[in-house]
């Protein structure tokens, strides 16, 4: 099984300041079609988890521009650009190379 | 607008089955251009992946699951439903039923959610 680790696993944020996670797999999840297999998803409290980016850097439909993604192989991160209020939650990292497994989550609230 | 909606008992006993349904409302199971999943988080903890079903019947299972658990299409209800065997306390958890849309190229995620429900395995 591909494991998958989050750092931090908590983080406090302040409001429009930026705020980065990272997201590191036991193989890489580079496939032979040039894409990585890593998707980002946030729970929010209370709520399901909803997809934000897909295939490493790719924003899902409706989500806003201050989320990016970046990174290949092993290494990704998830980034804020300016942290809203509405961002708390749980934010997983999943890859999709083989048998999807997922990050233990990273908890995002307001300082 | 596509949605997705669980349901199934609250509460099984261990050794029996746990069977839950997804019915699916804004879009067709028949729909080759998707597949239908199920996922589950255990109290306090991550997400686990269970596995999908598409509506020619092909299907993926975590190999951790695998001999437990069958997925299963009814395209005539536009449901899909998961059968997971010989419970245990271990398999108390939400359960997530999910839509795997693809994006541009193609590529398949989570897009779409259930609410999620609960299902705890005690005597």
């Known amino acids: 099984d591909i494991v998958m680790t989050q750092s931090p696993l908590s983080l406090p944020v302040t409001p429009g300041e930026p705020a980065s996670i990272s997201c590191r797999s036991s193989q890489s999840l580079l496939h032979s079609d040039g894409y990585n297999y890593l998707d980002w998803y946030l729970q929010k409290p209370g709520q399901s988890p909803q997809i934000l980016i897909y295939m490493g850097s790719n924003r899902a439909s409706g989500v806003p521009d201050r989320f990016s993604g970046s990174g290949s192989g092993t290494d990704f991160t998830l980034k804020i650009s300016r942290v809203e209020a509405e961002d708390v939650g749980v934010y997983f990292c999943m890859q999709a190379l083989q048998t999807r497994t997922f990050g233990p989550g990273t908890k995002v609230d307001i300082k | 607008q596509v949605q997705l909606q669980e349901s199934g008992p609250g509460l099984v006993k261990p050794s029996e089955t746990l069977s839950l349904t997804c019915t699916v409302s804004g879009v067709s199971v028949s729909s080759g251009s998707y597949y239908w999943s199920w996922i589950r988080q255990p109290p306090g903890k991550g997400l686990e992946w269970i596995g999908y079903v598409h509506y020619s019947g092909s299907t993926n299972y975590n190999p951790s699951l695998k001999s437990r658990v069958t997925i299963s299409v009814d395209t005539s209800k536009n449901q899909f439903s998961l059968k997971v065997n010989s419970v245990t306390a271990a398999d108390t958890a939400v359960y997530y039923c999910?839509?795997?849309?693809?994006?541009?190229?193609?590529?398949?995620?989570?897009?779409?959610w259930g609410k999620g429900t609960t299902v705890t395995v005690s005597s």
């Open positions: 999910a839509r795997l849309g693809s994006g541009d190229p193609l590529y398949y995620f989570m897009d779409v």
